[in-house]
């Protein structure tokens, strides 16, 4: 089992940056891939990012492609994802996800979840 737990959540404003962090316990060792997905009220979950746990290899969505970067930190079983020229539609909810097999933008493909993190994004 892996536990998921993000942190780094907030208010900002529009031009603003955030770092999001995602902490990683357990069988971290098992981990092939984590992502970070966003959900805003009323739509779907949304890919936003995700990096290969063993290689800088990531996937960045083309909604936030040049202004969202995401990066690890093996030692310290975390994920980062940094987000910088926010804008009032990158407003939802963030949910870490990691999987031992796979690297995919599909959400329903990742085995374990984080609890999610509140990003509001005010003009």
């Known amino acids: 089992q892996v536990q998921l737990v993000e942190s780094g959540g907030g208010l900002v404003q529009v031009g603003g940056s955030l770092r999001l962090s995602c902490a990683a316990s357990?069988?971290?060792?098992?981990?092939?891939?984590m992502g970070w997905f966003r959900q805003a009220p009323g739509k779907e979950r949304e890919f936003v990012a995700a990096?290969?746990?063993?290689?800088?290899?990531?996937l960045i969505a083309d909604s936030v492609k040049g202004r969202f970067s995401i990066f690890r930190d093996v030692a310290k079983n975390t994920v980062y994802l940094q987000m910088n020229s926010l804008k009032p539609e990158d407003t939802a909810v963030y949910y870490c996800?990691?999987?031992?097999?796979?690297?995919?933008?599909?959400?329903?493909?990742?085995?374990?979840w984080g609890q999610g993190t509140q990003v509001t994004v005010s003009s």
């Open positions: 357990g069988r971290t060792d098992s981990i092939y891939a």
């Open positions: 990096i290969r746990w063993s290689a800088f290899s990531p």
């Open positions: 996800a990691a999987d031992r097999t796979t690297l995919t933008t599909m959400y329903d493909r990742y085995e374990y």
